[in-house]
C-alpha cells in the first residue's frame, strides 16, 4: 500500500495521543498469560498501558492471539526497546499501534490517503472493539516481525529450559545476586550455567550427568546424587562455599507434580535463609488454564511470603512455577 505524505503526520499524531497498542503472540495461552503477567505488574514498566485484555473470538487454547493494551504512554520507540529487551520477546509476532478510531464500519479513510498498492511500504492494521473499528499505518520497517521464524529464546547448547528460570527471576522483582543457589534437578545444566553467571556459588544436585561447559565453572559443584540423599552432600558443599548461614535461593526443575515436589524438597528449606527465595517448576497433569493445586494451603510453605503460582510464558501448557520468599 502507498501513502503518500503520511508518515510526519503519523508521527505527530502517535506523540500527541494515547495509543492502544495490540501485541500478537504465538499462541493464546501466550496471551492469555500476558494479561495475567501484566495484572501482576511484573515486567511492564510505567505507561504499558493501564489495563490488558484479550481481543478476538477464542477458545482457552485457540484464537488470534492478541492481548490489547489500552492507554499506553510510553513513547513507541521506549515500548520496543523495552520489548525486544524482554524476557518475553520470543513469544511475540507482531506489535499494532491503534490510535485513530472511526465511528463505525461505514467511515471512510481519511480523504488524503492514497491507496495504490503499487509497491509494499506500509501496513494498515484494523480491529473492532467495542467502541468501534479503529486502525493505524505503519511503515514497513516499524513491524515488530513479519515472519513465523523466531530465534532461540537464549542463545547456546543448554538454552530451551534456562528461558524459565531467566523469566522467573525477572519476574522477581529483588532476586538474589551474588549469594549460594541450590539448583535441584540440574541436569544437564542450563539452570546452574546461568545462575553461575550472577551467584556466588552454585550447588547442582542431580543423579545425571551435567554438560562439560557447566561442569567447567569454576563456581559449581556438582552432587551427582537424587534429592533425597543428597542432604550432607548439601551441608558440606554450603559450608564449603562459606554459605553457613543457608543458601539465598533455592530452585527446581525436577519435573515433578506439586504434591511430589513439596515433599522432595521440604527438608532443604531449612537450608535457606531468611529472605531467600524458592523457585519451582509445577506439573501438572492437563492442560486447563486454571490449576486445583493452592500453595497458600501448604503447610510446608507456612514459613513463607509472597507464595504464588504464577504461569510465565516459558512454562508449557502443563507446567506452572510457584515462587515464594523466606520469612
Ligand atoms: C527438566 S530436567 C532439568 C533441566 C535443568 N533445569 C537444566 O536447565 O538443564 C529434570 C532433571 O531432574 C532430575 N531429577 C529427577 N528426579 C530427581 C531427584 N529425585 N533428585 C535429583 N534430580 C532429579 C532428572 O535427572 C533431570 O535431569
Redesign the pocket.
Known sequence: MCVRGLEDAQEACLATQTPDVIVQFQSQTHAYRCVLLHQSGAFFPEGCGVEAEEVGPRTDHAGPCLVLLKGVTLPRADFEAWLRDSVMEWAVMRVYWIKQRCADRQDALPLDWVLQPAAFTHVLDVVETAAGVAYSMSPCPRLFRTTAWTRPRLEGP?C???S??AEALAWVKHAPRGGVAI????????????LASSMHHVIS????D??PE?LALPNLTHIK????T?LPQIEAALAAAGAGGGADLL??????HPSAMIG?VEPLLAYLKPGGHLLL?LKFFSRSRDKAWDPTNCPQLAGFRGVQVVWLLANTAHERTCVAIKC
Open positions: 543448554l530451551k529450559a534456562t524459565k528460570l539448583d535441584l534437578g540440574a541436569s544437564p545444566g542450563g539452570w546452574s550455567t546461568l544436585i542431580d543423579p545425571a551435567m554438560a557447566a546424587s537424587r534429592v533425597e543428597a530452585v527446581s526443575d525436577m519435573n515433578k522432595m517448576t
